[in-house]
């Protein structure tokens, strides 16, 4: 089985993340990458990508940038080029919602296999796999991991 997530909000990385370093980076991050790990021990799924938002930002670091992928054993990090290589906090991801539908699109498209299921997290990545299945018939679930209104 081949799982895809998708998570575009703060700094991902599969190692040293830098939790804290804006208000994007903390506790999805720690679900994702838990879920992904423990997933990667099921011998009926031999491929996990996470998908994000690469951005090339001085102050946050180069790592992020969408020419930067990392592999760890099943597990696949892979940063979308939007065409804006500024980072964009969660808020603004809206702005760029057609330019990373397109970029995912054309991910999935360059696959030698399309992925069996995809995972979205929180409400921008929902709309990417959401026109992931209505593109290509991929079925997805959405985890919104929490409300802005519960953290207040």
């Not at 993340?17 to 021990?41: F, K, M, Q, W």
């Not at 892979?78 to 991801?93: F, I, N, Q, T, W």
């Amino acid at each position: 089985m081949f799982v895809c997530h998708v998570a575009l909000q703060g700094c991902l990385t599969l190692s040293d993340v830098p939790y804290g370093i804006n208000a994007d980076t903390g506790g999805h991050i720690t679900y994702l990458l838990e879920l992904a790990c423990a997933s990667a021990r099921d011998p009926a799924i031999d491929r996990i990508d996470i998908i994000t938002r690469g951005f090339a930002d001085a102050k946050l670091g180069m790592r992020f940038d969408a020419q930067c992928a990392e592999a760890r054993g099943k597990i696949r990090l892979v940063r979308l080029d939007d065409g804006d290589p500024s980072y964009l906090p969660k808020e603004a991801l809206h702005e760029r919602h057609e330019e990373l539908c397109e970029a995912f699109l054309a991910y999935l498209n360059d696959l030698d296999r399309k992925p069996d299921i995809i995972h979205a997290h929180y409400a921008d990545a929902g709309i990417l796999a959401r026109k992931a299945k209505e593109a290509l018939g991929i079925p997805y679930i959405f985890t919104g991991h929490s409300l802005g209104a519960v953290k207040r």
